[in-house]
Nanobody
Framework: QVQPVESGGGLVQPGGSLRLSCAAS????????MGWYRQAPGKQREFVAI???????DYSDSAKGRFTISRGYAKTTMYLQMHSLKPEDTAVYYC?????????WGQGTQVTVSS
């Protein structure tokens, strides 16, 4: 069973930066992609970024130009570098790992952007 675990959330001031990490443990799997979604209070979960096993990336419009998704050498670790953070980026950020059969979700990490 794949288990993604997020880390790196916290409180940051507007305009600041934060780096989220995700490590997918469990073994015996072949991931085709990893990515991030987020969910703000009272809103639906929304896509943020994805990186495929080939290294192809894609971002939501709100993340483009400010966020960068990358992988570690093992390809079961993933990072989301966030710059120029805004109060509207406040949300719980969820990591997911996608195999050919299903998605595996982490428990989420809180990001709060506030002065």
């Amino acid at each position: 069973q794949v288990q993604p675990v997020e880390s790196g959330g916290g409180l940051v001031q507007p305009g600041g930066s934060l780096r989220l990490s995700c490590a997918a443990s469990g073994g015996g799997f072949d991931l085709v992609a990893m990515g991030w979604y987020r969910q703000a209070p009272g809103k639906q979960r929304e896509f943020v970024a994805i990186i495929t096993d080939e290294g192809t990336t894609d971002y939501s419009d709100s993340a483009k130009g400010r966020f960068t998704i990358s992988r570690g050498y093992a390809k079961t670790t993933m990072y989301l570098q966030m710059h120029s953070l805004k109060p509207e980026d406040t949300a719980v950020y969820y990591c997911y790992a996608q195999s050919k059969e299903t998605f595996y979700w982490g428990q989420g990490t809180q990001v709060t952007v506030s002065s």
